[in-house]
């Protein structure tokens, strides 16, 4: 059982950035591939980065590459996402999720509570 937890989120302006944080408590974090989802008011939940357990495979959506950056200390159990020039379509909750030894645009077993970003214009 993983149990993970994000922070970071808040509300920024058009433009600006922010990092989000993924704490998981599990044995052998390093197993893990990491996903960030994010669901906007009215839409479906959508993979927007992922990065496999062994640091080799990500998968980024289209609409964030060159903006988002997805990272992994597995040191302190912990997933990032650098969101940079950050545009009011990216208003979303935003959920961590991990999948043992998975592929990053595989199935998630695992999830958290979930962080909002709300980015104004």
């Known amino acids: 059982q993983v149990h993970l937890v994000e922070s970071g989120g808040g509300l920024v302006q058009a433009g600006g950035s922010l990092r989000l944080s993924c704490a998981a408590s599990?044995?052998?974090?390093?197993?893990?591939?990491m996903g960030w989802f994010r669901q906007a008011p009215g839409k479906e939940r959508e993979l927007v980065v992922a990065l496999s357990w062994n640091g080799v495979s990500t998968y980024y959506k289209d609409s964030v590459k060159g903006r988002f950056n997805i990272s992994r200390d597995n040191g302190k159990n912990t997933v990032y996402v650098q969101m940079n020039s950050l545009k009011p379509e990216d208003t979303a909750v935003y959920y961590c999720?991990?999948?043992?030894?998975?592929?990053?645009?595989?199935?998630?077993?695992?999830w958290g509570q979930g962080t909002q970003v709300t980015v104004s214009s």
């Open positions: 999720a991990a999948s043992d030894y998975g592929l990053p645009e595989g199935s998630y077993p695992y």
């Open positions: 599990a044995r052998m974090f390093s197993r893990y591939t």
